[in-house]
């Protein structure tokens, strides 16, 4: 099992940026597909991006593609999430995840973070 612990939250203006950071304990990090999930208030949790274990393979929603990069860096045990041209529609909860498949939903994850608020201002 991992542990995951995520950092890196606030608040931003319309059109800033924010770096998100999962740092990892336990079992061996590059072993795990990792994976960025948000939740809004009254919203089913939304995958948000995902990276393979080596990174060859990113994949990431139609509403976060060309404005944030998911990255990670196996030797520091940490995932990443640069948000740029943030909007108030990201204003969530962000969830890090770490699975052992290719997926999007939320079942392809078996651990979880507690989460980081992002709150984005008009």
């Known amino acids: 099992q991992v542990q995951l612990v995520e950092s890196g939250g606030g608040l931003v203006q319309t059109g800033g940026s924010l770096r998100l950071s999962c740092a990892a304990s336990?079992?061996?990090?590059?072993?795990?597909?990792m994976g960025w999930f948000r939740q809004a208030p009254g919203k089913e949790r939304e995958f948000v991006a995902r990276?393979?274990?080596?990174?060859?393979?990113?994949y990431y929603a139609d509403s976060t593609k060309g404005r944030f990069t998911i990255s990670r860096e196996n030797a520091k045990n940490t995932m990443y999430l640069q948000m740029s041209d943030l909007k108030p529609e990201d204003t969530a909860v962000y969830y890090c995840a770490a699975g052992f498949s290719l997926g999007v939903t939320p079942a392809d994850f078996r651990s979880w973070g507690q989460g980081t608020q992002v709150t984005v201002s008009s």
């Open positions: 336990g079992r061996a990090f590059g072993t795990y597909v």
């Open positions: 990276i393979s274990w080596s990174g060859g393979s990113i």
